[in-house]
């Protein structure tokens, strides 16, 4: 495919809306998953996503490249335009709803996993209301956000060091417990990601994952939603996941559910 059938094939799939965003945007080819094994062709029903031989999880064939996807979520286009064309609240309304439906349970998995005091690190803390509810817990807390106008606007809202980018510098130190939630499904390197959040944990600190889990062709349809071609690049099975801690030196057990997808805790 070049790249205007592929950008045809993106906005095919893509909700009415991204066209200009989608023409900004160059796609590279992906024909092999991130844990080595050939991409296969998948449902026809879910456009660019081809499935892996070896562990079953989906990748996007063509791809935006790093550069665009820095860009998306750098950009401030992400929290803002992207998230109404797909009917989601601003960064804004999320900090107060999100106390309503999922910051709580991930209060009492931190709990679990390392009460506090601890010292905390939040990749992708989105609207920070997480990051406030942990501080007022006893944990320590840090985030990191790509987007460098959000991280100062949560900077502001909740008094926690944010920083901006996929990691805080590394000066920073080390933590006892690092949270990568419906972070893992957006970043194009995988192996890359897991090893660096290992570097940043202390001896025995602990690692808490929230992301999509699809195992089978019936429940992918019962969560087409989740298929989004230009953000959630990878879509994991169980197995892909665990191939995926394994090479990073973790091993992780089921917490608990939220929103129909598992939440699992990490540790070396």
Not at 9 to 22: D, F, I, R, S, T
Not at 51 to 63: D, E, F, L, T
Not at 224 to 235: A, T, Y
Request: proline letters at 6%; a negative charge.
């Amino acid at each position: 495919m070049n790249e205007r059938e592929i950008k045809r094939a993106v906005l095919q799939a893509a909700k009415p809306g991204l066209e200009a965003l989608v023409g900004r945007m160059e796609f590279q080819e992906v024909t092999r998953c991130w844990c080595g094994g050939p991409l296969e062709p998948w449902l026809e029903e879910f456009g660019l996503y081809a499935r892996c031989a070896w562990c079953g999880c989906k990748a996007v064939r063509h791809r935006p490249t790093e550069t665009s996807l820095e860009t998306l979520y750098c950009s401030g286009y992400y929290w803002t335009e992207y998230q109404a064309v797909h009917n989601c609240p601003p960064v804004e309304e999320r900090h107060e709803r999100d106390m309503q439906d999922r910051v709580p349970q991930y209060l009492e998995w931190m709990r679990e996993l390392v009460p506090p005091p601890a010292r905390t690190l939040e990749i992708g803390c989105g609207n920070g209301r997480l990051l406030a509810e942990a501080a007022r817990a006893g944990y320590h807390s840090t985030g990191a956000e790509m987007d460098a106008r959000v991280a100062a606007w949560v900077r502001e809202k909740t008094g926690a060091p944010v920083f901006a980018g996929p990691f805080p510098p590394l000066e920073e130190g080390k933590y006892d417990l690092v949270l990568a939630l419906d972070v893992l499904e957006h970043v194009p390197d995988q192996e890359r990601f897991t090893r660096e959040i290992r570097e940043r944990l202390h001896a025995g600190g602990k690692v808490m994952v929230h992301t999509p889990v699809i195992d089978t062709d019936d429940a992918a349809r019962q969560w087409r939603d989740m298929f989004n071609q230009l953000s959630h690049v990878w879509m994991h099975t169980t197995e892909s996941l665990c191939r995926l801690w394994e090479r990073a030196g973790l091993r992780g057990r089921l917490l608990g559910e939220l929103f129909g997808m598992p939440c699992y805790g990490l540790r070396g």
